[in-house]
């Protein structure tokens, strides 16, 4: 079984940086690309990040592009994304998730159970 999980939620107040981590097992990690995604209520699921095997591509969401950096660990089998300069905005339910990558949701097959990330004003 494939099995994503996450951690480094968390509250914190703006300005502040924190850094999620996604451990993957279940299936070699280095074949497939890593993608961050959240959501929040009442809202579809938003792109944030995603990064390939390689770890050579890297793709971001406008709103957070300068602000957070997504990296991997093939060698741990984890994906990171360090998230700096919080905003309100960016609290939500951040999902991490493995597949062939793009920037829709339907490019991957695998996701984590979510951790919650919330940005005091």
């Known amino acids: 079984q494939v099995q994503l999980v996450e951690s480094g939620g968390g509250l914190v107040q703006a300005g502040d940086s924190l850094r999620l981590s996604c451990e993957v097992s279940g299936r070699t990690f280095s074949n497939y690309a890593m993608g961050w995604f959240r959501q929040v209520p009442g809202k579809e699921r938003e792109f944030v990040a995603g990064?390939?095997?390689?770890?050579?591509?890297?793709f971001y969401a406008a709103s957070v592009k300068g602000r957070f950096t997504i990296s991997r660990d093939n060698a741990r089998n984890t994906v990171y994304l360090q998230m700096n300069s919080l905003k309100p905005e960016d609290t939500a339910v951040y999902y991490c998730?493995?597949?062939?990558?793009?920037?829709?949701?339907?490019?991957?097959?695998?996701w984590g159970q979510g951790t919650q990330v919330t940005v005091s004003s």
């Open positions: 990064i390939n095997w390689t770890g050579g591509t890297k």
């Open positions: 998730a493995t597949g062939r990558g793009a920037t829709a949701s339907s490019g991957y097959d695998y």
